[in-house]
């Protein structure tokens, strides 16, 4: 059990991060959930913003600090 909680330590050590694939985003310790459309979802994320520009964005699994988000990703806006 220990060595598992190391990997996961390990693999989930830092403060955010962020997952770009073809289909989906996923976010790992967003703050707080700002806009919300399927064109657009912003997220606060540590000190800046993540705007997410799309067609069809819809969010599949959101948590506390984790958010899946589908849907065809045109473009990624960071604003501090």
Do not use: A
Request: proline share 0%; aromatic share 14%.
């Amino acid at each position: 059990m220990l060595m598992i909680n190391n990997i996961k330590n390990y693999l989930y050590d830092k403060k955010y991060f962020i997952n770009l694939f073809d289909n989906y985003i996923h976010v790992f310790n967003y703050l707080k959930l700002l806009k919300f459309s399927n064109e657009e979802i912003n997220l606060q994320v540590e000190n800046f913003t993540l705007k997410i520009k799309g067609q069809g964005l819809f969010i599949t699994k959101m948590t506390n600090n984790e958010l899946l988000i589908k849907g065809e990703v045109l473009g990624l806006e960071i604003d501090k």
